[in-house]
C-alpha cells in the first residue's frame, strides 16, 4: 500500500447501504484566504465565491461545497455582519487574522474514493507556503476527521468510544501530537475513570450512553468529541448541558487528534487518516474489541490506575502482529 493510500473501511456503507463519507477539516498559515481559495479551486476545479472577508466557498459540480475561512469567530461575525469593502476596520482586522489566525478548509463529506483528491491539494497547498503545526509554538493548529458513523444505535457508539478508548494513549503516540496541542485544552484525552465505565459496559441504551458520556466530558474539547453524534440523537440534551453554538449536530465522529504537518514534503492525510483506520478495525473486530477492554479492567492498579507505558508497548506489539500497525 501507497503512503498516499486511504485504507478501505471495514463497514464500507452506512445504514442506508450507501458508501460512507468523510469530511476533512484542516488548518494551518502561511496562505491568504485569497490564495487559499485560488489553489483549492484550481485543485478540485471549483467556483469561488466571496462570502465576506473572512468566508469563502469553492463549490464545485461534483464534490459539494469547500468552506475556506479565518478561524475567528469574532471576524466571521462582523464581516457578515458589515460589507467588507466599506469598512476599514473590518478590513484592518482581516489583515490582522491572515497573519495570526489559521486558515480553515472544510471538505465536504466525501467517499474514499473522492478524498483522492486531497492527496495533491495538500501537495499544492505546500508549494503555495502552508504552514502547519510546527508553524509557531503558540499554534494549535491540527486536523479533524468527521467519519461517518456505520449505524446510529446504541451498541455501535458504544463499540467505537470502547475502541479508542483502549487505543487513546497509543493513538497521542503513534501521531505524535506536537506539545503545543498536547497542553492546550483542545484535544484533552477522555478521564480514566470513564475508560474503566465504557470497558464494563456490555451492554446499554442510547440515552444512558449519552448521561455517562455528558457527565464526564461535557465539553467540545476532547481528541474524540462525541457531541455532534450525540446533538444528532438528542440535541436538547446535549444543548443543555454544553451551551456551544460550534457543536454542529452530524452522524459522524469528530476526531480532533491529528497534527497539520503540510509543510513537511512526505506528509498526506491518508497518514492520520489510516490511523483512525485503527479504531474502525478494532471497533468492528468483537473478539479483539473484547479481548481489551477486559485487559483494560484487569491492568487496573489501586490508586495508581493502568499503567500507560506497558499499556502502549502491549499494544504496539499486537498490532503488529496483527499487521495493523
Not at 465565491?49 to 469574532?74: C, M, P, Q
Not at 455501535?156 to 487513546?168: C, F, H, M, S
Not at 459522524?252 to 485503527?278: A, G, K
Amino acid at each position: 500500500m501507497s503512503e498516499t493510500d486511504f485504507k478501505e473501511l471495514p463497514v464500507p456503507l452506512n445504514d442506508s447501504d450507501e458508501p460512507r463519507t468523510i469530511g476533512f477539516e484542516l488548518e494551518f498559515s502561511g496562505l491568504t484566504l485569497e490564495q487559499t481559495s485560488t489553489v483549492l479551486c484550481s485543485v478540485v476545479d471549483g467556483e469561488c465565491v466571496r462570502e465576506s472577508k473572512a468566508e469563502h466557498k469553492v463549490r464545485t459540480s461534483d464534490l459539494g461545497t469547500f468552506n475556506v475561512e479565518i478561524d475567528w469567530d469574532y471576524l466571521k461575525k462582523k464581516a457578515k455582519a458589515e460589507n467588507a469593502d466599506e469598512s476599514s476596520l473590518l478590513n484592518e482586522l482581516g489583515n490582522l487574522a491572515e497573519r495570526w489566525v489559521p486558515i480553515e478548509i472544510v471538505c465536504p463529506p466525501l467517499t474514499l474514493e473522492q478524498c483522492k483528491v486531497l492527496i495533491p491539494l495538500v501537495n499544492e497547498l505546500r508549494q503555495a507556503g502552508a504552514k502547519g503545526t510546527d508553524e509557531s509554538w503558540i499554534a494549535a493548529y491540527g486536523v479533524h476527521i468527521n467519519a461517518e458513523i456505520p449505524k446510529v444505535d446504541a451498541p455501535t457508539i458504544l463499540r467505537y468510544l470502547q475502541a479508542y478508548g483502549v487505543l487513546q494513549w497509543w493513538l497521542i503516540e503513534k501521531h505524535k501530537v506536537d506539545t503545543t496541542r498536547k497542553i492546550s485544552p483542545y484535544i484533552d484525552k477522555y478521564p480514566e475513570d470513564y475508560l474503566h465505565r465504557l470497558m464494563a459496559q456490555d451492554d446499554v441504551d442510547m440515552s444512558t450512553l449519552i448521561d455517562d458520556y455528558l457527565s464526564f466530558n461535557a465539553t467540545r474539547n476532547r481528541a474524540l468529541d462525541m457531541l455532534p453524534l450525540f446533538a444528532h440523537v438528542d440535541q436538547n440534551k446535549v444543548m443543555a448541558a454544553v451551551e456551544d453554538s460550534k457543536i454542529k449536530a452530524r452522524p459522524t465522529f469528530h476526531y480532533r487528534l491529528p497534527n497539520c504537518q503540510i509543510e513537511h514534503p512526505n506528509w498526506q492525510l491518508s497518514e492520520e487518516w489510516n490511523l483512525w483506520w485503527v479504531i474502525e478495525a478494532l471497533a468492528n473486530d468483537e473478539e479483539a474489541l473484547d479481548y481489551w477492554r477486559n485487559a483494560f479492567r484487569k491492568a487496573e492498579r489501586p490508586i495508581m490506575g493502568v499503567a500507560e507505558n506497558d499499556w502502549k508497548k502491549r499494544l504496539t506489539q499486537w498490532l503488529s502482529d496483527r499487521g495493523w500497525w
